[in-house]
């Protein structure tokens, strides 16, 4: 897969060489490596990208189950880098460097990729950047499509659901956050409560083709709310409750349509308020809405989010849909932008299950009231 777009390089500075890293990516259920290509100007070029899901694996239990994940992860990793060096047509000595997803998310996954990669970087004597895998969904839009810092990104995937500021590499501000379950976690929910198979979001998708959105009304959670969070755990128990009583499969369409309506439209309406603060607080031409992370795999949500990106005056931009997704190459670009500025990891770098992108926003104003397994973001 290769795909060459030119784009500005982060603020204005200006980077001398050129990057080609490998990636590594075993945060959850995909065991993926990539190489990438980033060069002074900016300019990305995807050289390869490998992707192996452990679907298969977890779907008799209806979920990850992270001891699975972590064993198929030590199973292939070696055979996926393999495969991605190959058809990069290059060994080790042609890398620059080695950036291996080190959190958030099951912690016995990301060891893997991250010791992995500190291996080859030891043994090759490579410069290794421990990327934390939300900036890897953040710069994924980079990878396809000319889109310059800053932006505002809205973040939606299984784990996580942000609006954040992304000001520069590895720079974002946290301006809203779910108060209870990620978009994709409610996807994943509802969809196991309608007897689909996981994983949910793209199964709930396609059933809902022929689903009438308007038939069951659901709530709109936090709707009018002046701050930009988000909330889904109303909706789950309300669908819930009204699949209980489903007794048709044109039925079960329809509530998945109007599931797929309401988690779009939430996100609209939150994506909307923080666009609008987003513009206040960026006194520059050139306003963009960008949206990342599986759950921006959905064509509903995509349309809904486009229109209202629009109707604000912002450039909307998402990832191809095979960006959208966990892969490597994501990890590869995150990794190749801090060479680039000259910034990588020592080999001790930790693994880490819980990893904010915005650590003020996380310690001083937590939008989930940490429990027994603490704060999500
Ligand atoms: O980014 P991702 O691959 O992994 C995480 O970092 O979480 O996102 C996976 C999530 C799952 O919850 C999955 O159900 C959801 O993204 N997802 C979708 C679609 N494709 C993936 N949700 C709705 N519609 C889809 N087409
Ligand atoms: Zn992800």
Same mark, same amino acid.
């Given at each position: 897969m290769r795909l060459l777009q030119e784009q500005a390089p982060p603020g204005n500075r200006m980077t001398q060489e050129t990057q080609i890293v490998l990636g590594l990516e075993t945060s959850c259920d995909e065991t993926a490596a990539a190489v990438v290509r980033r060069e002074p100007n900016g300019a990305v070029e995807v050289l390869s990208s490998v992707i192996a899901s452990q679907i298969a694996a977890h779907a008799p239990f209806g979920g990850v189950v992270p001891e699975i994940a972590a064993r198929a992860h030590v199973e292939s990793i070696d055979g996926i880098t393999a495969q991605a060096l190959g058809e990069a047509g290059l060994g080790f000595d042609g890398l620059t460097g080695i950036a291996a997803t080190a959190g958030p998310g099951l912690v016995g996954g990301v060891m893997v990729g991250?010791?992995?990669?500190?291996?080859i970087a030891l043994a090759r004597g490579l410069p290794l950047v421990a990327v934390n895998h939300l900036e890897g969904h953040a710069v994924s839009a980079r990878l396809a499509a000319d889109v310059g810092y800053p932006f505002l990104l809205l973040l939606v995937s299984g784990g996580h659901c942000q609006l954040l500021a992304v000001e520069d590499v590895?720079?974002?501000?946290?301006?809203?956050?779910?108060?209870?379950?990620?978009?994709g976690e409610a996807f994943d929910k509802i969809a196991k409560v309608l007897g689909l198979p996981y994983p949910g979001g793209p199964a #709930?998708?396609?059933?809902?083709? %022929?689903?009438?959105?308007?038939?069951?009304?659901l709530p709109r959670m936090l709707l009018g709310r002046k701050d930009c969070d988000f909330s889904f755990s109303g909706?789950? %128990?309300?669908?819930?409750?009204?699949?209980?009583g489903l007794t048709t499969e044109a039925m079960?369409?329809? #509530?998945?349509?109007?599931?797929?309506?309401?988690i779009a439209a939430q996100l609209a309406e939150r994506s909307d308020r923080a666009m609008a603060a987003f513009a206040l607080s960026k006194a520059h031409d050139g306003l963009r809405f960008v949206v990342a992370g599986g759950v921006a795999?959905?064509? %509903?949500?995509?349309?809904?989010?486009?229109?209202?990106?629009?109707?604000?005056?912002?450039?909307?931009?998402?990832?191809?849909?095979?960006?959208c997704t966990d892969n490597a190459a994501m990890?590869?670009?995150?990794?190749?932008?801090?060479?680039? #500025?000259?910034?990588?990891?020592? #080999?001790?770098?930790?693994?880490?299950?819980r990893w904010?992108?915005?650590?003020?926003?996380?310690?001083?104003?937590? %939008?989930?009231?940490?429990?027994?397994?603490?704060?999500?973001?």
């Open positions: 991250l010791s992995f990669g500190k291996a590895g720079a974002c501000k946290r301006l809203g956050s779910t108060i209870d379950d990620a978009a #709930l998708e396609a059933l809902a083709q %022929t689903g009438d959105p308007d038939r069951f009304v909706l789950k %128990t309300a669908a819930a409750r009204i699949a209980e079960r369409a329809d #509530l998945a349509a109007a599931v797929q309506k309401a795999a959905n064509q %509903t949500v995509r349309d809904k989010l486009r229109a209202t990106a629009e109707a604000r005056g912002f450039a909307f931009t998402a990832p191809p849909l095979v960006y990890i590869a670009l995150a990794g190749a932008e801090r060479l680039a #500025l000259g910034m990588s990891d020592p #080999l001790d770098a930790p693994a880490r299950p904010p992108l915005d650590h003020i926003a996380a310690a001083t104003n937590p %939008t989930h009231v940490p429990g027994r397994k603490g704060a999500k973001a």
